[in-house]
């Protein structure tokens, strides 16, 4: 299973990965992308099989990036990692597409508890 991490932040990649490896998913492939424009680009050539998204990033936001592989028919599990978690932020993601929403900061078990669903 390839999943893809997408996050502004390097060091904030790496947890996400730490963190889902520590839940029991070390036994995937993980690729990062560093703003939603270089997201685009990289499920749209190699269809990851999970994406995992930050929501405020530079050039693309995670939304933005969400509505825009629903503009080219991609239909992917995709999920958002964010600080901001709020009642209206969960309504809009949900009603663009996203299957989950876990809040900063994190543990693995919240990863494991959420994303069982999605990673066998």
Same mark, same amino acid.
């Given at each position: 299973?390839?999943?893809?991490? %997408?996050?502004?932040?390097?060091?904030?990649?790496?947890?996400?990965?730490?963190?889902?490896?520590?839940?029991?998913?070390?036994?995937?492939?993980?690729?990062?992308?560093?703003?939603?424009?270089?997201?685009?680009?990289?499920?749209?050539?190699?269809?990851?099989?999970?994406?995992?998204?930050?929501?405020?990033?530079?050039?693309?936001?995670?939304?933005?990036?969400? &509505? &825009?592989?629903?503009?080219?028919? %991609?239909? %992917?599990?995709?999920?958002?990692?964010?600080?901001?978690?709020?009642?209206?932020? &969960?309504?809009?993601? &949900?009603?663009?597409?996203?299957?989950?929403?876990?809040?900063?900061?994190?543990?693995?078990?919240?990863?494991?508890?959420?994303?069982?669903?999605?990673?066998?």
């Amino acid at each position: 299973m390839n999943i893809l991490i %997408v996050d502004d932040s390097t060091a904030m990649r790496q947890m996400v990965i730490r963190a889902m490896r520590q839940a029991g998913f070390g036994d995937h492939e993980y690729s990062q992308a560093e703003d939603g424009e270089v997201a685009l680009e990289s499920i749209l050539e190699t269809r990851p099989d999970l994406v995992v998204c930050d929501w405020n990033m530079p050039n693309m936001n995670g939304i933005e990036l969400l &509505k &825009k592989l629903g503009e080219h028919n %991609v239909t %992917v599990p995709f999920g958002f990692v964010t600080t901001e978690s709020s009642l209206e932020m &969960k309504t809009v993601a &949900k009603e663009a597409g996203a299957r989950f929403m876990i809040s900063k900061p994190f543990t693995p078990e919240v990863f494991e508890k959420t994303l069982s669903g999605f990673i066998s």
